[in-house]
């Protein structure tokens, strides 16, 4: 359903706009969900509030810890305590000692990362510490790069174990980590595309033969672009989301107007079709399950919704997966490649 943003009513096509956008957008909204509105507002309040609590006695707690001898002090006379004052822990970040008293205390001061840097840097905290105190601030880590996400033995094996169901491994950037025999049967040999470019959307996107292989092409594209901005959202000035959307833009049309509709959707389980050249149509459920070791990396299986579907699985494992297009740069650059396939 659409919604009319002059009246605020629905129409067929499009979802309605949830209230709290519709409050920021100066729509009409009723009492209860007012009221709702606010309760909101009210728990985003408390959760904030209480993220500062325990990030200033998380900090308070690694003072007393460090003593001055650790960071290069003379112990000094009459301490009540073996750990630093909240002045010579200011003094050494190089900040007030008003506003660290209040970061301590959880005041609603706005912490930046810097600061935490030096917070960190001061107090000696490990790995796991600093991505603490970075995770209660809600703020990236300056000095902590991504790691790059990567795929075990143990995945690997329950993704062979799957088939001739087809399955794969998907980072936050939707870059494909692993997949197995039947999923290259489905989607093509994306192991020959240059590591950067082995990529959902991308190919998506970038590859004219996925408009043919995935039916109703444009509304998934669509729904794949809302789902991509949603995800962004946790990774504003992450160079590699920022070389993904470059290069994406600059190379499809159709992926810069999609993305200009500002549209978000959550990543969740959904139906879709492919028609494959050889193998035929296949009508499946795409199920994600979420890698507890590694965050926003999933594995997707597509497992069969009738009995058609079931029957066709085994010829994606004997298949020869399509070769796909390189991109530009690698088409320039390179030699010719082969078409020989290499199962995940």
């Known amino acids: 359903m659409t919604v009319d943003i002059e009246r605020g009513a629905v129409a067929p096509g499009r979802a309605p706009v949830p209230r709290i956008l519709r409050a ?51 112990p000094g006379l009459r301490r009540r305590t073996p750990g630093l004052r909240r002045e010579e822990v200011a003094l050494l970040s190089g900040i007030g000692i008003t506003w660290y008293t209040w970061l301590e205390q959880g005041r609603p001061i706005n912490v930046s990362g810097q600061v935490l840097q030096s917070v960190a840097r001061v107090l000696h905290f490990d790995a796991s510490e600093r991505a603490h105190v970075f995770a209660l601030a809600e703020l990236p880590d300056p000095q902590q790069p991504p790691e790059a996400a990567q795929v075990g033995a143990g995945v690997q094996f329950m993704l062979d174990q799957l088939n001739p169901v087809p399955a794969v491994v998907v980072g936050p950037r939707w870059e494909i980590l692993a997949g197995n025999r039947a999923h290259l049967g489905l989607i093509g040999d994306y192991h020959a595309l240059p590591y950067d470019y082995r990529n959902v959307m991308w190919m998506c996107f970038c590859d004219p033969h996925w408009r043919t292989l995935v039916a109703h092409w444009e509304e998934n594209a669509r729904r794949m672009v809302a789902k991509l901005r949603t995800a962004m959202a946790e990774h504003v000035g992450d160079p590699g989301w920022a070389t993904l959307l470059e290069r994406l833009e600059l190379n499809s049309p159709d992926f810069r107007q999609m993305w200009d509709r500002q549209e978000v959707a959550p990543i969740e389980n959904c139906i879709k079709q492919f028609r494959h050249a050889q193998a035929g149509t296949f009508d499946v459920e795409v199920s994600h399950f979420w890698l507890s070791d590694q965050r926003a990396v999933r594995m997707s299986v597509y497992t069969p919704l009738n009995d058609a579907t079931g029957d066709r699985l085994d010829l994606l494992m004997s298949v020869r997966p399509r070769t796909l297009p390189l991109p530009p740069a690698a088409v320039d650059s390179s030699a010719p490649t082969t078409t020989e396939s290499r199962a995940g």
């Open 24 to 74: 920021q957008a100066g729509l009409d909204i009723a009492d209860d969900e007012l009221a709702a509105l606010a309760d909101h507002r009210q728990l985003s309040r408390e959760n904030t509030a209480e993220r500062r609590r325990l990030l200033g006695e998380f900090i308070r707690s690694r003072r007393e810890r460090t003593t001055p001898d650790m960071v290069g002090m003379p």
